[in-house]
Each structure stands twice: as structure tokens, then as C-alpha cells.
């Protein structure tokens, strides 16, 4: 498995006909524009739920440390009057409070990822097994403290992150509708699409990602399965000349909400 920029390869989706060749590229056009304000739009938000988290443990570690210095200061003195009992017995109900708040936040965060799972590809899920594993079955009966607990919620989005800033190529077992199972190298473009393309070379598929379960990987023919050949050659090595290779790549169009221009 070996990923590589994103700008590594390239593709165009070509295939129109000279009467139709204006508002064809027109519509190409429009929805190169949207796909790339989608994946900017994704990137952005996974990178602020990930400088969100990473915000929200460094605050209230250093919250929890100040406390905890009160505390110590409070309970070392050998002389504690009424008022700073008082003083104490808030300072650790504030930290159990904070303590508490992010417990439940990161329940929370901790079923949604593995809820996900089964969505992600199988070469990030591969990555991720170890870390999925660190999650914990009953959230209200873990040993793991809380620091750890958003420290591994923490390595899978990033990870997931970079996952999706990639091409990644990876030698995999594709079964067949038919239940045989055959070799197969995959190319994969960020959590966007795939190409896959059988060892010897008389199988290929497409691949994209599904809202609740595994990617679904549809056959290629003609054309479009030996363009696919010639991709995935390409980027596994096989195939030392970098080139342009057309591809029609079905691109989806939001539905615009009502009063959207």
C-alpha cells in the first residue's frame, strides 16, 4: 500500500460530440466547480472539528491543572477556615463538572466513529483497526481516562484526514457478485472514488463510498475498464509513463434548497 500526492495523477472526463460540445463542457465546468467547493468545503470542516477537539483538551487540561494547584494549596494549609472549605469544596466540583461534560462529549464522538467504521475503505480501515479497537465498548465502564479517550478520537480524524488528501494504491481481494474472489489493485482517490483493476488485468471497477456500509465497487467495461487498466497501471508502478488518461467519473449535483440560486 503506498500513498502519493493527490497531484500525481490526473484525469479528464471527455467523450462528447460536436453539436453538443458547448453545453457539454459547460455542464463539466459547472460541476468540476461544485466538486471542488464539496471536497474544500469537507476539508475545512474536518480540519475544524479537528482543531475544535485539539482546543477543547488543551483548555481544560490547563483548567483541570490550575484546579487541581488550588486544590493542593487548599488541602496543604494547615490552618483551613470555613470560607476556604467553601472555596474548596467548589474548586473540585468545577473540576468534576468539566470533568463530566467532556466524558459525555466524547461518548458521543466515540459512536459516531464506530458507526462509521464499516464505511470507510478497507486500507483505512486497516490503518485504523488498532485505534478503533482503544475505543470503548461501554463508555460508562472504561478504564481509560478521559485524556486518553480524546487523545485516540483524535489520531482517527486526522488520520482519516490525511487519508483524504491522497492517493492511495493498495493490493487487495475483490469478490465477485458471484462470490469468487480474485487479486485486485486499487487506486483510491482521497474518500472520494476508486479504481480497481483484477492482477490479470481482465477485471476492473469502480468504486465509491455509501452512506451506511462498505464501498461498493461496480464493473467496468469496454472503454471505461480499459481506461481503468491504464490508471491503476499507472499508479502502481506497473506502468512508467506518466500520461493523461481520460475517464468518466460519475459526478453527483447537490440538489439546491429552496430560494438557493
Do not use: C
Not at 474472489?181 to 481482465?202: C, E, H, K, M, P
Not at 488518461?245 to 439546491?256: H, N
Amino acid at each position: 500500500m503506498k500513498p502519493f500526492s493527490i497531484l500525481a495523477l490526473w484525469f479528464a472526463v471527455v467523450g462528447v460530440s460536436a453539436a453538443d460540445q458547448l453545453s457539454q463542457t459547460r455542464q463539466l465546468i459547472d460541476r468540476w466547480v461544485e466538486t471542488e467547493r464539496l471536497i474544500a468545503q469537507e476539508k475545512v470542516e474536518a480540519e475544524q472539528d479537528i482543531a475544535m477537539l485539539q482546543s477543547t483538551r488543551d483548555l481544560l487540561q490547563q483548567r483541570i491543572e490550575a484546579v487541581r494547584a488550588e486544590i493542593d494549596h487548599l488541602e496543604s494549609a494547615q490552618d483551613v477556615s470555613g470560607e476556604q472549605r467553601v472555596e474548596l469544596r467548589e474548586a473540585q466540583a468545577q473540576q468534576q463538572e468539566m470533568s463530566d461534560a467532556l466524558v459525555e462529549a466524547l461518548a458521543s464522538y466515540e459512536l459516531q466513529l464506530k458507526n462509521r467504521y464499516s464505511a470507510l475503505p478497507s486500507p483505512l480501515q486497516e490503518r485504523l483497526r488498532a485505534q478503533f479497537r482503544q475505543l470503548p465498548n461501554d463508555p460508562a465502564h472504561t478504564r481509560a481516562t478521559a485524556g486518553e479517550r480524546l487523545q485516540t478520537v483524535l489520531s482517527i480524524l486526522e488520520e482519516v484526514a490525511r487519508f483524504n488528501e491522497t492517493i492511495t494504491v493498495a493490493h487487495e481481494i475483490r469478490t465477485r457478485s458471484d462470490g469468487t474472489r480474485i487479486q485486485a489493485d486499487t487506486v483510491y482517490w482521497g474518500l472520494a472514488f476508486a479504481l480497481s483493476a483484477s492482477v490479470a488485468n481482465d477485471e476492473a471497477y469502480l468504486g465509491r463510498p455509501q452512506a451506511n456500509g462498505p464501498w461498493q465497487f461496480e464493473p467496468l467495461e469496454g472503454r471505461a475498464a480499459a481506461h481503468a487498466f491504464e490508471l491503476v497501471r499507472m499508479a502502481d508502478g506497473s506502468n512508467g509513463d506518466v500520461h493523461y488518461v481520460s475517464f468518466p467519473v460519475p459526478v453527483p449535483i447537490p440538489e439546491k434548497s429552496e430560494g438557493q440560486p
